[in-house]
């Protein structure tokens, strides 16, 4: 996440004749792209589809494929797919409209903010389905007390919105912290996906052993099944986040601790912003891959929609016969 003023570069330079020539190249640069239109302009409303058709599937598939009770991990599921919308139908047409507007910096602030909560909530709660799911298997009749995940989920919500503050008074009050800020973000990402692939290896290694364990009954053979298909199915959706988002917080940690050691010369700096521009289009598109690899890896969700197309077809077809033989 940028901020959004060139003059507030000049803090993490150092003092050379490049630092005027390249905020001034950076700002001709900016201009003609605005001239243009952007990016964000160009791929907003495409972008925002893409993101949100899969997780509003993926949401009516889990409500439709389970009518009487959805599960823990599932309501997770679904509370993480309705923050990653955020970003899909609030934040990146949010964006494409301020970068119309000439780029407002408290506009882009805010878009900003919205991005930072929604991948933040998505990290934490991608790790506490995963922790969820290896505890249900180290203690199969042991219940997580609704009381306990919720105070979780408001831990999650409030570190949330810790981020979406702290980016936001840094990207217009208090750029001397932009580079904690850098690594803070990062560092969360990093620890959370971490967390979440380390659970999930726990769980696989866990359901090998119970295969390997003493014969099963049918409905034992049955749970088996179920929970093997459900861990390889987080553990896929984990490591889509792994792929989208780690090379973006790496860049975030490495940049962030370049600058909390000192100024850095113009063109180092404009070469890693670039690359932390360029990191962060996989972030962009995270949302989406993640819905479509839970959907396709669902089979009660994929048959579902199988039905629902293939079923409206045929009646349609069926009609139409009917109607001719009239």
């Not at 001034?24 to 990016?39: A, K, P, Q, V, Y």
């Not at 690359?275 to 993640?290: N, R, T």
């Amino acid at each position: 996440m940028k901020n959004c003023s060139f003059q507030s570069w000049k803090l993490f330079m150092s003092d050379d004749n490049e630092t005027d020539q390249f905020l001034e190249e950076s700002r001709d640069i900016s201009n003609e792209l605005d001239s243009h239109g952007s990016f964000t302009n160009f791929f907003a409303i495409p972008l925002s589809l893409f993101i949100a058709i899969p997780n509003l599937l993926l949401i009516w598939g889990i409500r439709k494929t389970n009518p009487n009770k959805i599960n823990m991990a599932k309501r997770l599921f679904i509370y993480r797919s309705l923050t990653d919308l955020l970003i899909g139908v609030v934040g990146i047409p949010y964006f494409g409209l301020a970068s119309l507007l000439n780029q407002p910096c408290i506009h882009i602030s805010i878009a900003n903010c919205i991005g930072v909560f929604s991948i933040i909530i998505g990290t934490l709660t991608i790790s506490t389905i995963s922790l969820l799911r290896l505890i249900s298997l180290i203690k199969p009749f042991y219940k997580v007390h609704q009381h306990w995940l919720a105070i979780a989920l408001l831990l999650q919500f409030t570190v949330a919105v810790f981020f979406c503050t702290f980016n936001y008074l840094v990207n217009n009050t208090v750029i001397e912290l932009y580079p904690l800020q850098c690594v803070l973000n990062g560092l969360t990402i990093i620890l959370h996906i971490l967390f979440a692939t380390v659970f999930n290896l726990l769980s696989m290694f866990t359901i090998e052993r119970q295969k390997i364990g003493p014969q099963h009954s049918v409905s034992g053979k049955a749970a088996l099944h179920r929970n093997t298909k459900a861990i390889r199915r987080l553990f896929r959706v984990t490591t889509v986040m792994a792929i989208c988002y780690l090379p973006s917080a790496i860049t975030y940690v490495y940049f962030g601790g370049l600058l909390l050691n000192g100024r850095i010369k113009a063109d180092v700096f404009a070469f890693l912003y670039d690359v932390v521009d360029f990191v962060f289009i996989p972030v962009m598109i995270c949302p989406a891959i993640a819905a479509i690899v839970y959907i396709v890896w669902n089979r009660q969700i994929v048959n579902y929609y199988k039905k629902v197309l293939f079923c409206k077809s045929k009646k349609k077809t069926d009609i139409i016969e009917l109607g001719s033989h009239g």
